[in-house]
């Protein structure tokens, strides 16, 4: 088995054994090329600080990393079901973080999807502390027009409207690398941000003095009516109990749990 950075595969490659190791994966993962690039520049993917194994030329197990201001993030780790239960994930691990450590980073952060315990249990094993826990929700569309809502041009201009910091793939930094359309809608009150293509709706945040107005809902169903598909809110901060508290009211679902945990580099 060979270990490399991926720094010059190519991505046809890296998009073939994605598709290998998650074919089995408990939440789909079945993307097209072009949805996979997209995610991975979201999260700021960094090939360099990526790992690839190899057998022969064929790559079996990968973990992707993004970077951004001293924090490196596993965007995914896979291994293809040929080749598990051989260490091939903590062998990754332990070749990467020493690079990771060496370009910078200050911590490295994942998240695992709570029921899987055989990976929770490998990156506490590996150092890694759990920090929070994320939900995933769902919402469907809801029928009728929605009041208007207006665009907003400026990504975070009520960041003080967050009553805590947003995951990874929700930050404003991965909202600004996107390259796939996305709408910012609100007012002075709040404000969502969501991707029509996909209705992925990274933000969503009421100033505290216009909570219980109704605010929230408005902005959820524009939302919803510029997507025109069903919402999801992917790793909301399960501290946050407000946010949960409105999206339960609304009649969102919730989907899966997740654990963020971090390594101090």
Same mark, same amino acid.
């Given at each position: 088995?060979?270990? $490399?950075?991926?720094?010059?595969?190519?991505?046809?490659?890296?998009?073939?054994?994605? #598709?290998?190791?998650?074919?089995?994966? @408990? @939440?789909?993962?079945?993307?097209?090329?072009?949805?996979?690039?997209? /995610?991975?520049?979201?999260?700021?993917?960094?090939?360099?600080?990526?790992?690839?194994?190899? *057998? *022969?030329?064929?790559?079996?197990?990968?973990?992707? !990393?993004?970077?951004?201001?001293?924090?490196?993030?596993?965007?995914?780790?896979?291994?293809?079901?040929?080749?598990?239960?051989?260490?091939?994930?903590?062998?990754? /691990?332990?070749?990467?973080?020493?690079?990771?450590?060496?370009?910078?980073?200050?911590?490295? @952060?994942?998240?695992?999807?709570?029921?899987?315990?055989?990976? %929770?249990?490998?990156?506490?094993?590996?150092?890694?502390?759990?920090?929070?826990?994320?939900?995933? +929700?769902?919402?469907?569309?809801?029928?009728?027009?929605?009041?208007?809502?207006?665009?907003?041009?400026?990504?975070?201009?009520?960041?003080?409207?967050? =009553?805590?910091?947003?995951? +990874?793939? !929700? &930050?404003?930094?991965?909202?600004?690398?996107? %390259?796939?359309?996305?709408?910012?809608?609100? !007012? =002075? =009150?709040?404000?969502?941000? @969501?991707?029509?293509?996909?209705?992925?709706?990274?933000? #969503? &945040?009421?100033? $505290?003095?216009? $909570?219980?107005?109704?605010?929230?809902?408005?902005?959820?169903?524009?939302?919803?009516?510029?997507?025109?598909?069903? #919402?999801?809110?992917? !790793?909301? *901060?399960?501290? =946050?109990?407000?946010?949960? &508290?409105?999206?339960? &009211?609304?009649?969102?679902?919730?989907?899966?749990?997740?654990?963020?945990?971090?390594?101090?580099?």
């Amino acid at each position: 088995m060979k270990f $490399r950075p991926l720094v010059h595969e190519d991505f046809d490659v890296v998009y073939a054994a994605f #598709l290998e190791a998650f074919s089995d994966y @408990v @939440v789909p993962m079945q993307l097209t090329r072009e949805q996979l690039a997209e /995610m991975l520049t979201r999260r700021g993917w960094a090939p360099e600080l990526s790992v690839g194994v190899f *057998d *022969d030329e064929r790559m079996v197990a990968f973990t992707l !990393n993004g970077f951004h201001d001293g924090v490196a993030y596993d965007s995914g780790t896979g291994v293809v079901p040929s080749h598990r239960r051989r260490g091939l994930a903590r062998q990754m /691990m332990e070749f990467l973080t020493p690079r990771l450590h060496e370009t910078g980073a200050r911590r490295y @952060v994942l998240e695992v999807i709570e029921a899987n315990t055989p990976a %929770t249990t490998l990156y506490r094993e590996c150092g890694f502390v759990e920090t929070r826990r994320l939900q995933c +929700w769902s919402y469907g569309e809801t029928p009728g027009q929605p009041r208007p809502v207006g665009r907003i041009g400026q990504i975070g201009q009520l960041r003080e409207a967050f =009553d805590v910091e947003p995951s +990874w793939q !929700n &930050a404003t930094h991965s909202v600004e690398r996107a %390259t796939a359309e996305h709408v910012v809608l609100g !007012n =002075d =009150d709040g404000f969502v941000i @969501v991707f029509p293509a996909n209705g992925d709706v990274p933000q #969503l &945040a009421v100033r $505290r003095e216009a $909570r219980r107005r109704g605010v929230g809902t408005q902005l959820l169903r524009a939302a919803a009516a510029a997507a025109g598909k069903p #919402l999801r809110l992917i !790793n909301v *901060d399960d501290r =946050d109990a407000g946010i949960a &508290a409105f999206l339960e &009211a609304v009649g969102a679902k919730r989907t899966i749990a997740q654990r963020e945990m971090v390594l101090a580099l």
